[in-house]
């Protein structure tokens, strides 16, 4: 597979996301957020996906991230739709945790977990793709920070302090690609960093 190059469409997701990321921080650093988004557009280019996937995998968090100052979801999404494409917009949908199921029901952030592994069911490839990048690069993040401090619980504190809930999730992730089917190339990859997470969370 020919590995992805620079694209105009790339260009303008970062900028996008830039925009709608601005100000934002990882949670419990100083790091903007786009890091985020753009370690998982190297993730997928490593792996030689296609322009659009690597686009979504740019914007696959402003919809969740950024409805705020005026914008509202409905907004976020038509603009996602208008300027990259609806099959864009499809994958960004399909790996954003929903606050509300299809009955207009407001799901609690277990509930919006469970949502997220229910919906990649009916995801599509590229949306599996974005969803195993991200979670690589969030598990890995984590797991690097764990190496670098003197006082892990400053790391697990980020995130409520639930270790065994964190460590969980991310393999949950895994494993339900896996039972879908989902075979590629990153899924070894993703399988030591959710597993190396769920042995430091104990």
Known sequence: MTVTGYSD????????????????????????YLTHPANVAVILTRYGRDSDTIVSGILHDVIEDSVREGY????????IGDKFGAKVLDTV???????????????????????YLERLAGASE???WVCAADKVHNASSIISDLRRTVDPETIWGRFGGDRAGIGRWYRQVYERLRELGFDAPIMAEL??????LQTLAG
């Open 93 to 115: 949908l399909a790996v954003t945790y929903r606050k509300h199921d299809d009955d207009g029901v407001e799901l609690s952030g277990e509930d919006r977990k469970v949502d």
């Open 9 to 32: 469409a790339i260009n303008h997701a970062l900028a996008f996301a830039a925009k709608h990321h601005d100000r934002q921080v990882r949670k419990g650093t100083k790091l903007p």
């Open 126 to 128: 590229e949306a599996r």
């Open 72 to 79: 509202t979801r409905e907004m976020l999404e038509q603009r």
């Open 191 to 196: 399988d030591k960093a959710s597993g190396e």
